[in-house]
């Protein structure tokens, strides 16, 4: 009796252990989307950012980029705008995709027809400028009307088509200033992608608690977190929020910790990225970033995906 009990017992423990075993095995591993974004500011295309770009790339060649381009390079009456163009390809690859970049600098604006506004700075300057450029910091949520940015938008759009660039779908807002008018402009000008949500407290690394920035970003993004994570934001424009900043507000650190908090809370996407304008200074902090998730990744037998984006034809 004692020996048909443990006989039984045993085939019970195996069929168990069996049953677990399997189940592991068809389970999904845990997955993590990370897209690499670059706002190009339209303020310059100075060589050694180029270069800290053509290095990366060249580091990085299985790394796609989502290549947020701003039209205003292309609108200060430069000589040569075919070459201001192979510049800005020069740090393409084939899997890249590119979409629109927008500040609402007085140069493109003027070109497109919109009344230049240069009230409510994120950055409290002073952007009433009588000869040269300004509007880097004016928030296109705030200074401007719908049917401005509407217009303001399908013009940026045909200003990169014009320069052999490809027509956008994807969006990011300078200064993320993105609200209601903006979305509305986007969505007529038929955007489906948006990345201009952002947690403020992420940004306070450089700019302080009072600025104009971190105040109009809680204002526009209340409740935002580093984990947020993509939802529908109007009828048919996508928000996949910058979950995690750019790099010229988080260190190799941060950029890690974020990537290892969104694993431990198995959120599915990470956004991050630089500036054009700054890569010569900031992109080295997600360059080291990228060996140390993938081994993080690698060692938690998470597959980690770098995101390409469709490009539309």
């Known amino acids: 009796m004692i020996l048909r009990f443990f006989n039984y017992s045993v085939v019970l423990g195996l069929v168990v252990l069996i049953g677990i075993i399997g ?8 997955s993590i989307e990370v897209y690499v974004t670059v706002d190009w500011e339209g303020r ?15 580091q990085f060649p299985y790394i796609p980029m989502l290549q947020l381009l701003n039209p205003a390079y292309f609108v200060r009456n430069h000589a040569y705008p075919a070459r201001l163009a192979q510049t800005v390809q020069s740090t393409f690859l084939p899997i890249d995709t590119q979409g629109l970049h927008v500040h609402a600098w007085k ?61 956008s779908v994807h969006f990011r807002a300078g200064g993320w200033q993105l609200g209601p ?22 940004l306070t690394t450089r700019w302080h608690e009072d600025s104009g920035m971190v105040t109009m970003l809680r204002q526009l993004h209340p409740n935002s977190t580093p984990l947020d994570q993509p939802y529908l934001l109007g009828k048919k424009l996508m928000e996949v929020p910058n979950n995690a900043a750019l790099a010229d507000y988080t ?56 995101v390409v984006q469709r490009q539309p034809t």
């Open 23 to 30: 189940l592991k095995q068809d389970e999904k591993p845990q």
């Open 44 to 58: 310059s295309l100075d060589d050694e950012d180029i270069e800290a770009m053509q290095s990366f790339r060249q």
């Open 107 to 167: 140069s493109l604006t003027e070109y497109c027809g919109v009344a230049y506004q240069y009230s409510h700075s994120f950055a409290d300057m002073d952007e009433n400028c009588q000869k040269g450029d300004c509007g880097y910091t004016v928030s296109l949520e705030f200074a401007y009307t719908e049917q401005a940015l509407t217009k303001l938008i399908a013009c940026s759009n045909q200003i990169l088509i014009d320069n052999g660039f490809n027509k």
């Open 181 to 202: 008018k903006l979305i509305a402009a986007l969505e007529a000008n038929d955007f489906t992608w948006d990345s201009s949500r952002i947690d403020a407290d992420l």
């Open 251 to 306: 260190s190799t650190k941060q950029i890690v910790t974020l990537f290892k908090s969104l694993i431990a809370e198995k959120k599915q996407v990470m956004v991050l990225g630089f500036h054009q304008e700054t890569a010569a200074d900031f992109l080295v902090n997600l360059e080291k970033a990228i060996p140390e998730m993938e081994a993080i990744a690698a060692a938690g037998n998470i597959r980690l995906v770098w």
